[in-house]
């Protein structure tokens, strides 16, 4: 077993602002970021890792702890990302995220310095607005143009990403599905059923994942913004509806938006897309 772990322990079901937030660091080098966990790479049980070359310190406790938060205070089921990446250390990818504090404990034992996954849609309900800012694209203007169009988006809980976007968190509401849409609008993505998100304090690239204000609570999300994630799967001119004809988008009546919310509860006109996290 771990000896660390002990440690860890000590901050089960704790508020994790100051450990779930650390300052970027470097993962370590001398450690295959690449070989799954099935690999079964050599534990070292002496504290934390560190980078001889830039004297930073990735702390296994702290991430450790980040899981047991999140499963425990949230309900968000988890699993290993390689390290300093986002891709899945597990066969299965986010299929075997778990609640499960043994299978966490094991998982992050046998390679302390993998990433936190989070998977997003069902039983935690969790839908993730995705803002990019990479490419010369910034996701966070055609938000506010959306938010200008509609309304304000309430406040939630929000991290910021690795390449400097942000990651804000809702609540699906009861009965409502929606699966995971690449380019909503220019550098929107969302993340919900069928894929995950890298959580905090995440390391990608050398440049960490964290939380803007970890006390904030998640909040539903607004009719408005489901709307606009189903009608992007539609055709850019118009929507079908089945037996009443076609309305063009742009009218917004009431009949296009309780169509629209009708198959947000059916689950329909979702597109499947690759997993893929950000």
Same mark, same amino acid.
């Given at each position: 077993?771990?000896? /660390?772990?002990?440690?860890?322990?000590?901050?089960?079901?704790?508020?994790?602002?100051?450990?779930? $937030?650390?300052?970027?660091?470097?993962?370590?080098?001398?450690?295959?970021?690449?070989?799954?966990?099935?690999?079964?790479?050599?534990? $070292?049980?002496?504290?934390?890792?560190?980078? @001889?070359?830039?004297?930073?310190?990735?702390?296994?406790?702290?991430?450790?702890?980040?899981?047991?938060?999140?499963?425990?205070?949230?309900?968000?089921?988890?699993?290993?990302?390689?390290?300093?990446? @986002?891709?899945?250390?597990?066969?299965?990818?986010?299929?075997?995220?778990?609640?499960?504090?043994?299978?966490?404990?094991? /998982?992050?034992?046998? $390679?302390?310095?993998?990433?936190?996954?989070?998977?997003?849609? +069902?039983?935690?309900?969790?839908?993730?607005?995705?803002?990019?800012?990479? $490419?010369? &694209?910034?996701?966070?203007?055609?938000?506010?143009?959306?938010?200008?169009?509609?309304?304000?988006?309430?406040?939630?809980?929000?991290?910021?990403?690795?390449? +400097?976007?942000?990651?804000?968190?809702?609540?699906?509401?009861?009965?409502?599905?929606?699966?995971?849409?690449?380019?909503?609008?220019? %550098? !929107?993505?969302?993340?919900?059923?069928?894929?995950?998100?890298?959580? #905090? #304090?995440?390391? &990608?690239?050398?440049?960490?994942?964290? /939380?803007?204000? *970890?006390?904030? #609570? !998640?909040?539903?999300?607004?009719?408005?913004?489901?709307?606009?994630?189903?009608?992007?799967?539609?055709?850019?001119?118009?929507?079908?509806?089945? %037996?009443?004809?076609?309305?063009?988008?742009?009218?917004?009546?009431?009949?296009?938006?309780?169509? &629209?919310?009708?198959?947000?509860?059916?689950?329909?006109?979702?597109? @499947?897309?690759?997993?893929?996290? *950000?």
């Amino acid at each position: 077993s771990c000896t /660390w772990l002990a440690t860890a322990r000590r901050f089960k079901g704790r508020h994790m602002n100051d450990q779930i $937030n650390p300052p970027a660091v470097t993962p370590p080098q001398h450690q295959d970021s690449t070989a799954p966990i099935a690999a079964n790479t050599p534990e $070292n049980h002496q504290g934390s890792f560190s980078d @001889k070359t830039s004297g930073d310190t990735f702390d296994r406790t702290t991430v450790l702890s980040a899981c047991m938060h999140y499963v425990q205070s949230k309900n968000w089921p988890v699993f290993p990302l390689r390290s300093n990446r @986002k891709d899945p250390a597990v066969p299965t990818g986010y299929k075997a995220a778990s609640l499960s504090v043994g299978q966490i404990e094991e /998982w992050w034992c046998k $390679n302390p310095t993998c990433n936190v996954g989070v998977r997003t849609g +069902g039983t935690a309900r969790l839908l993730v607005i995705d803002t990019d800012e990479k $490419n010369g &694209v910034s996701g966070e203007e055609p938000l506010a143009m959306l938010e200008r169009e509609y309304s304000l988006l309430p406040a939630t809980l929000t991290a910021s990403t690795a390449n +400097g976007g942000r990651h804000r968190y809702f609540l699906l509401p009861a009965g409502v599905t929606a699966r995971n849409r690449a380019a909503v609008r220019p %550098g !929107i993505n969302v993340r919900c059923e069928g894929g995950y998100v890298v959580a #905090p #304090p995440s390391v &990608v690239d050398g440049k960490s994942y964290s /939380w803007i204000d *970890e006390t904030r #609570p !998640i909040v539903e999300a607004p009719d408005w913004l489901l709307s606009v994630i189903v009608a992007s799967s539609q055709s850019t001119d118009k929507v079908k509806l089945e %037996g009443t004809g076609v309305f063009e988008q742009g009218s917004r009546n009431d009949q296009l938006f309780r169509f &629209v919310m009708t198959q947000l509860r059916l689950g329909a006109h979702q597109d @499947k897309t690759a997993e893929g996290a *950000e």
